[in-house]
């Protein structure tokens, strides 16, 4: 199951080393965006309920990656 400290990590890496992330930005933005909460936060992967500061910070640390 995709979980959100994977996906940041990996894209954390990849960026870190130059790699394209063209191929993956909408699926990952996609994947970050079904864990957003309105409440405020995100979950961990799509079965976690409980919003999390950690899972948040994941979050922003992979949109940031993506969004360059």
Do not use: K, N
Request: net charge negative; hydrophobic share 45%.
């Amino acid at each position: 199951m995709p979980d959100l400290l994977s996906t940041a990590t990996a894209l954390h890496a990849l960026g870190s080393a130059g790699a394209s992330l063209d191929r993956v930005r909408e699926p990952c933005i996609e994947f970050i965006d079904s864990l957003w909460s309105p409440r405020g936060g995100f979950r961990g992967h799509a079965l976690e309920d409980t919003l999390d500061s950690e899972y948040t910070f994941y979050a922003l640390l992979a949109l940031g990656h993506l969004s360059a």
